[in-house]
């Protein structure tokens, strides 16, 4: 069955004599928490279109030893349905830094024309991108996740002590940078009857020729795993993807 899945907070004695131990030991529980990912993660989210049912999503996220493995597979709903399912796969290692994919795949129904297939050379700092049988290259550097793997890399990093964070991503296509602004105080977000306290992540300082925006509300007490992801194409059409279930172990 699932399950929200809730983290004890600490409470703080406001002795000020005391302040400084209990800085120092909050940030090494949160440390710890996100360094210590759970070894398997189900989660499912409605997408929408402009408002509008678009797609089913459901991601599980395992660990066996230090290796990781992530399938998120998305099937349309109506008239989308037609589009056929689009599956994203991410394959990797679990280091203290967090998630260090070597493969990332993405197939979009039976179209061999749409599958993108990436791999991650760490040996020489390369980043190989296979679109319709060409290879783009790119310099790999450290922290460099896929589509399917970046919303998982929040679980690593101290986020709640933190008022900015960049993200360099590959789409399969390209690879970018995203610095993203945190929100100083935690937004509730309810979703199928749950409520969850979240980081808000808004983008800050985009680059100019990246056409797209996207927003994240991250679970404070769900291992920062994304509640809600808020997308803006280029056309100003707007994709939403909210969580209605999640399962931890």
Same mark, same amino acid.
């Given at each position: 069955?699932?399950r929200?899945?809730?983290?004890?907070?600490?409470t703080?004695?406001?002795?000020?004599f005391?302040?400084?131990?209990?800085?120092?030991?909050?940030?090494?529980?949160e440390v710890?928490v996100?360094?210590?990912?759970?070894?398997l993660?189900?989660a499912?989210?409605d997408?929408t279109?402009n408002g509008?049912?678009?797609?089913?999503?459901k991601?599980?996220f395992t660990?066996?030893?230090?290796?990781?493995?992530?399938?998120?597979?998305?099937?349309?709903?109506?008239?989308y349905?037609?589009?056929?399912?689009r599956?994203?796969?991410s394959?990797?290692?679990v280091?203290?830094?967090?998630l260090?994919?070597t493969?990332?795949?993405?197939r979009q129904?039976?179209?061999?024309?749409?599958?993108l297939? #990436?791999?991650f050379?760490?040996?020489?700092?390369?980043?190989? +991108?296979k679109?319709?049988?060409?290879v %783009? /290259? =790119?310099?790999?550097?450290?922290g #460099?996740q896929?589509?399917?793997s970046?919303?998982y890399?929040? +679980?690593?990093?101290?986020t709640?002590l %933190? /008022? =900015?964070?960049t993200?360099?991503l #590959?789409?399969?296509k390209?690879l970018?940078q995203?610095?993203?602004?945190i929100?100083?105080?935690?937004?509730?977000?309810?979703?199928?009857g749950v409520q969850?306290k979240?980081l808000?992540?808004v983008p800050?300082?985009?680059?100019?020729?990246?056409?797209?925006t996207k927003?994240?509300w991250?679970g404070?007490?769900?291992?920062y795993?994304p509640?809600?992801?808020l997308?803006v194409d280029?056309?100003?059409?707007?994709?939403?993807?909210?969580?209605t279930?999640?399962?931890?172990?």
């Amino acid at each position: 069955m699932f399950r929200p899945i809730r983290l004890i907070s600490l409470t703080f004695v406001s002795f000020s004599f005391l302040t400084s131990v209990f800085l120092a030991t909050a940030y090494a529980q949160e440390v710890s928490v996100a360094k210590i990912p759970p070894k398997l993660i189900q989660a499912n989210y409605d997408v929408t279109k402009n408002g509008q049912p678009f797609a089913k999503m459901k991601e599980q996220f395992t660990v066996t030893g230090n290796s990781y493995k992530l399938e998120s597979v998305s099937k349309g709903v109506g008239v989308y349905a037609l589009f056929g399912e689009r599956k994203l796969t991410s394959i990797g290692e679990v280091t203290p830094e967090g998630l260090r994919p070597t493969h990332f795949e993405l197939r979009q129904g039976d179209n061999a024309k749409k599958f993108l297939f #990436t791999d991650f050379d760490w040996a020489n700092k390369i980043l190989h +991108m296979k679109v319709k049988n060409t290879v %783009k /290259d =790119a310099v790999l550097t450290p922290g #460099t996740q896929d589509l399917a793997s970046y919303p998982y890399q929040f +679980m690593f990093i101290p986020t709640a002590l %933190k /008022d =900015a964070i960049t993200v360099t991503l #590959t789409t399969g296509k390209k690879l970018n940078q995203y610095p993203y602004k945190i929100s100083a105080e935690h937004e509730t977000i309810e979703s199928a009857g749950v409520q969850y306290k979240t980081l808000h992540l808004v983008p800050a300082g985009q680059d100019k020729s990246q056409t797209e925006t996207k927003e994240l509300w991250l679970g404070a007490e769900q291992h920062y795993l994304p509640v809600r992801i808020l997308l803006v194409d280029e056309n100003g059409e707007k994709l939403e993807q909210t969580l209605t279930e999640l399962h931890v172990e």
